[in-house]
């Protein structure tokens, strides 16, 4: 039975700097019980495609110009706002990728919950509590009758995204929408979640149209698959016929900027000398009042020239890691850098030694100061450490962007103006302006799109092959690991659990762990 | 793969170069910006010719801002009197220009105190975090806790009533709001990356307030301040009225205003012109703020 018959669908946006085109003739069908995804990069107009089924764009400055949405024989697209009112939430559900933002802070989970049943089926308090904690119960939140009066912050992202879970269905939609719905969470949580997904969707013959960038994701769950690029379907058609033989070239280029295997050659060098030596490290911080241990007495080398896979779930303690060596937040211990004691020097001390280690953070949009042009985010560390002066400090610049691969015309532009891979590359250039030995790099791919991944990781491995660096590689993605890193260490509440040559982890995880990690990672 | 289009526009690029190395290209690009708005332009060329003809009034007023005429009393504004007379036969106009150096004065100098104190204070504060900022911040509390007129009068007579003194005591209370805004903006700016991006390049504490923090917490600072301005001219005139300001025959444009008031009815004119220059000058920093403040925006326009 055909749920939903989208025909033609075209959706403008009429901005200051003109009109763009998000979404240009989409047509596509689903039926009871299917799962449809749609998979494209940012901008790629596959949101905008569904929000606007849902009537969820705003316009002004957006405008659907053309088509249809049959949904139940009503056209979403075409009718009144009384009737998309009483479609959305109840016969259509949406669940959204971020599970931190989309509950309100100040209302109980189960006030949340029961909100839409109220609302839309006019059943009693009592009679929406009983069946909201019938629903926690069955996306797997443990005892519901307590939680049902917890806040959103007390819950953890896993947990808020089954809320969401829970929220969608109350109404018994026939029709769920999942914008990225696991995007934000931990691996281990993605499948979890995912899992449930597809377990409810068979209980209750779901439609499902399942929004991701990851193909990884997709090829576990959809039916059918459609592709989309800058507006426009590229690819459509049953999930194992495009994923396993992708017909457009656009698809195929998605599909080859999935990491795959191993790296090629890891170094692996006898006994050599470590680059640091951290010892003994542990990183605590004041939480209301309570100490917590962030990083838990942790040792481990990284050796010259390697790329050193940090891996562990959020909240293991990663990131506190790389910024306990760079002395960005305070800890105890011993961090050894070529018989230099880190954790002991001032921040004078620190000065010269900072040269040598840099970072790469996550998110390029925070990481750059948008009131500094290129040349002066990248001028700045060369001309603090007196690298490079007058002219020469110009001719350096511009031999830095030709290093991470940024045209030259691009110097004098604020960071508003790039693209998230090519702010990335600016990110970069900063990190290796003051040529270190030692970088720290925090996640720098995960907030990219495939295809940029890729090229971005092509760019990191170039440079510490160019540049003879050593990195330590910070990441929740294991494939990603395994295709760039030389040795992993795994992290788990702040504690190390395993290490060891990536490959060989790989093949034989021993901590039960690591083990779980890579059954949940599902590529 | 890395190189591969960065060699594109090279040669273009090359006879750049000396343009972005001098100066700041943050205000320069604003500059740049600011002259594209035609509002905001056009109310820095006022600004600049009325403040200019203040500077100037002492050898180009008409009269002089004491000279009276009391057989001409009050008349309404002639070929000889362009802006009339006041009650004392004296010029208008010629008052009025005097009154614009006083209150553009008080304005500038106890807003750029405003201005310099709490922008300082409130970075440090909002920076720093801690116990630093609960000191500072209790102590912002203290003062906006005292009673301002008691702060004032004390002022004056422990110190003797001066004009100069009159400005920083404005000034010095103005700044506690200042403080506080700062200090919020600096507080979300300080949790970005790019401010632990600079000090694992290894920049100081000073040069990351300086560089970093300040110029991404401009924006409410600007708009702030164009606040600041008229507030404290109103300020002043009140001062004035209760005698802690400045004393007849001087005047300013708050004083002018409020004896124009009294005779409003009779004698429109006497509170018309002040209100007037007041009002342009007013005008003009509201529409330069904006101007200025999507200037200083570099996201906000597209070159």
Redesign the interface.
Known sequence: MTLLTVNNLSTSFYTRNGLTKAVEDVSFSLDAGETLAIVGESGSGKSVSCYSIMGLIPCPPGKIESGSAVFDGVDLLNCSDDEIRAVRGNKIAMIFQDPMTCLNPYLTVGEQLIEPLIYHHKVSRSEAKKKAIELMTEVGIRSPETNFNAWPHEFSGGMRQRVMIAMALIAEPKLLIADEPTTALDVTIQKQILDLVAEIQKKRDLGIIFISHDLGVVKNLADKVLVMKTGHIVEQGNAQDVLENPQHEYTQKLLAAIPKGAKENPKAEENPEPLIQVKNLVTEFNVNGNRFRAVDNVNFDILPKEILGLVGESGSGKSTIGRSILRLVDAQGSVNYRGDELLSKNPQQMKPLRRKMQMIFQDPYASLNPRMTIYETLAEPMKLHGIAKGSELNQAVLKLMDDVGLARAFVKKYPHEFSGGQRQRIAIGRAIATKPEFIVADEPVSALDVTIQKQILELIQYLVDKHELSMLFISHDLAVVRKLCDRVIVLKHGELVESGNVEALWQQPSHVYTQSLLAAAMH | ??????????T??MN??E???SGN??WH?AWVRLRKNKLALVSLFVLIFIGVICLLTPWIAPYGYEQQDLALGASAPSAAHWFGTDTLGRDLLTRVMYGGRVSLAVGLIATAVALTIGVTWGAIAGYTGGRVDAIMMRLVDIIYALPFMIFIVLLMVVFGRSLLLLFLAIGAVEWLTMARIVRGQVQTIRQ???V?????????KAAIIR??II??ALGPVIVYTTLTIPNVMLLEAFLSFLGLGIQPPESSWGVLIANGVESMEEYPWLLIFPGLALSIVLFSLNFLGDGLRDA?D??AS?D
């Open positions: 793969m890395t190189a591969s289009n960065s060699t594109l526009n090279q273009s690029t750049d170069i343009q972005f190395e290209s943050l690009d970005l990356e790019f632990e991006a600079a000090i694992s390049i290894g920049l100081s560089r970093h110029p991404n200083l570099v996201r597209k």
